[in-house]
């Protein structure tokens, strides 16, 4: 299952472990995902969702009809909704 928000777009990113004598070894920064059930009351649906906490403040925010219009428009929406 790849560890890819579903609102957002945000992913797994590479970076490096550096050590205090300046050794670099290769390290992955996970992004903190959550996996939500939202209700959709526009068609009277639940859906799951795997978003970020970043996604979810937003929902909050701005509602989750809005922030799934906004997804769609820039192309990050997942294939679950």
Do not use: Q
């Not at 992955?28 to 209700?39: G, R």
């Not at 959709?40 to 809005?66: D, F, H, Y």
């Amino acid at each position: 299952m790849s560890k890819v928000c579903d609102i957002t777009g945000k992913r797994v990113r590479v970076g490096n472990n550096v050590s205090h004598a300046n050794n670099k070894t290769k390290r992955k920064f996970k992004p903190n995902l959550h996996k939500k059930k939202f209700f959709i009351p526009e068609i009277g649906e639940w859906v799951v969702l795997k978003v970020s906490t970043k996604a979810l403040r937003t929902i909050n925010k701005n509602g989750l009809t809005e922030t799934l219009k906004k997804a769609a428009k820039k192309g990050t929406l997942g294939s679950r909704v």
